[in-house]
């Protein structure tokens, strides 16, 4: 292999022109010519026998050449990688730039994503807006609310629906008369109020006795996902099956012993406030630390290789397709069922990539100007909290976590505290300070430091596009 040009090209990509040899092509041919010699009939010769020079006879002498090049060049390109230093960050393109007719070795070019070069302006010191938390007695009712919900008796009622029943129910939905994909259910379990489905559906089940027929008209939200349906005017044809009152247990101390440790309903109270309100700090200081990182990112300069982008969106697709699996649907049965194709379903998660890809960068680069790592002590430790936090063997943590995933990790959440460390943090101008916290209190996370540390993946290898 000889290595004939490097070429810094735009967003990253670096050109490679690679030169394959006589003598390596040859043995390539003879690769090619052993894989295959079992497909020719040769007169004169028993299947598999004839010699090579006769087969090149025959039908060619390039005949071979295809599958020599594609057992030749991966070979080529790798020395080709580790003799230019380059860090890749994804599959190169390959393109055969010549090939001597005789078999003399050929030329391909093969233009490769390389990790960009990361400029960055402040990352100290900066200022932004931090919310305050507070929790009141509503949010504790609410909190108390969900556990009673948890523990409730179910009761079935020969009555009319009401908000907060539990209406079993068969439907099918039509739009022009037409039934559209995606709008039949049976005994599906609806609670009256929750909001599960469009907008005024629900309402207009109330009132409706077990075994009555209604039909319910509603208009598809504008930014309805299933594009067809948007904004269209619908009838869903229901039968109530069922009518089910949650009736909830009556909130005292026995009720504190039967959900929880505590002996008394005040104690339980406690708790939960304590714990609400350390969920609330954590959100708000996650909040706090995106914000410090869009100010980072603002000031970053950058060339970031599609590639990169395209590796984090598999990286998510592949993590969403995991959780589906688990609550047991698979990704192409969820992206029928909301009218959704792969390409478009990757293209709701590409800002989201796009960030994660900007922010995993402008980390790294920090925590390289600050000599931010992690020992090997310090990654043993690590992995023992992580199995005791999952109840698991260490040894049983190291298989699906490797040792690069857990070090990346601890160093990104160390830069993360340094630049949210370093930073003032404001309260909110007047009325801006709106407890987001209160629609969801489970589902908020602080996001810099869990969404920018991807898997690391094996393409991340030396890899070429080879099909």
């Known amino acids: 292999m000889k290595l004939n040009k490097v070429e810094k090209l735009e967003k990253s990509i670096v050109e490679l022109e690679i030169a394959v040899s006589k003598e390596e092509f040859e043995a390539a041919i003879e690769k090619a010519y052993r894989k295959n010699i079992g497909k020719f009939n040769v007169p004169g010769f028993r299947k598999g026998k004839a010699p090579l020079k006769m087969i090149e006879k025959l039908y060619g002498r390039g005949i071979f050449f295809e599958d020599a090049i594609n057992?030749?060049?991966?070979?080529?390109y790798d020395s080709a990688v580790e003799e230019s230093k380059l860090d890749v960050v994804g599959r190169a393109d390959?393109?055969?730039?010549?090939?001597?007719e005789n078999g003399d070795g050929?030329?391909?070019?093969?233009?490769?994503?390389?990790?960009?070069?990361v400029k960055l302006s402040q990352y100290k010191g900066l200022t932004a807006e931090k919310?305050?938390?507070?929790?009141?007695?509503?949010?504790?009712a609410g909190e108390l609310e969900r556990l009673q919900k948890r523990v409730a008796r179910i009761e079935t009622k020969d009555r009319a629906v009401q908000k907060g029943d539990t209406a079993v129910i068969d439907f099918e939905g039509f739009?022009?008369?037409?039934?559209?994909?995606?709008?039949?259910?049976?005994?599906?379990?609806?609670?009256?109020?929750?909001?599960?489905?469009?907008?005024?559906?629900?309402?207009?089940?109330?009132?409706?006795?077990?075994?009555?027929?209604?039909d319910v008209k509603v208009t598809f939200p504008e930014e309805y996902h299933a594009k067809d349906l948007a904004g269209k005017d619908a009838v869903f044809k229901c039968k109530v099956l069922e009518v089910k009152e949650t009736i909830l247990p009556a909130l005292d101390d026995e009720f504190a012993k039967d959900v929880s440790e505590f002996d008394a309903l005040d104690a339980l109270k406690e708790d939960l406030k304590k714990k609400l309100l350390e969920q609330r700090e954590r959100n708000a200081n996650g909040e706090f630390e995106e914000k410090i990182i869009d100010q980072i990112l603002e000031g970053m300069e950058v060339e970031i290789p599609e590639a990169m982008y395209e590796r984090q969106l598999d990286q998510i697709m592949e993590d969403y397709?995991?959780?589906?699996q688990m609550q047991g649907m698979q990704l192409d049965a969820y992206l029928k069922m909301n009218q959704l194709d792969i390409e478009s379903f990757r293209t709701i998660f590409k800002p989201q990539a796009e960030r994660q890809v900007k922010t995993m960068l402008a980390l790294q680069k920090i925590s390289e100007l600050e000599g931010i790592t992690a020992s090997d002590e310090e990654l043993e430790k690590e992995y023992t909290n992580v199995a005791e936090k999952y109840n698991m063997e260490v040894s049983k943590?190291?298989?699906?976590?490797?040792?690069?995933t857990l070090k990346?990790?601890?160093?990104?959440n160390r830069t993360v505290d340094l630049i949210r460390d370093s930073a003032t943090s404001v309260k909110p101008a007047e009325g801006e300070n709106t407890d987001t916290d209160k629609k969801s209190d489970t589902e908020k996370k602080p996001a810099a430091k869990k969404s920018t540390t991807a898997k690391k993946s094996t393409t991340e290898k030396k890899t070429t596009k080879k099909d």
């Open 71 to 76: 057992l030749s060049y991966p070979e080529a």
């Open 94 to 100: 390959v393109d055969i730039k010549e090939i001597d």
């Open 106 to 117: 050929y030329v391909f070019i093969a233009k490769v994503p390389v990790r960009p070069e």
């Open 131 to 140: 919310r305050e938390v507070n929790v009141t007695d509503e949010d504790i």
């Open 175 to 214: 739009v022009d008369g037409v039934p559209f994909e995606g709008g039949k259910g049976q005994s599906h379990p609806l609670v009256i109020g929750d909001g599960q489905f469009i907008p005024g559906f629900e309402d207009q089940l109330i009132g409706a006795m077990p075994n009555s027929e209604v």
């Open 321 to 324: 397709a995991y959780k589906l």
């Open 397 to 404: 943590v190291k298989e699906f976590l490797t040792a690069d």
């Open 408 to 412: 990346n990790e601890l160093v990104v």
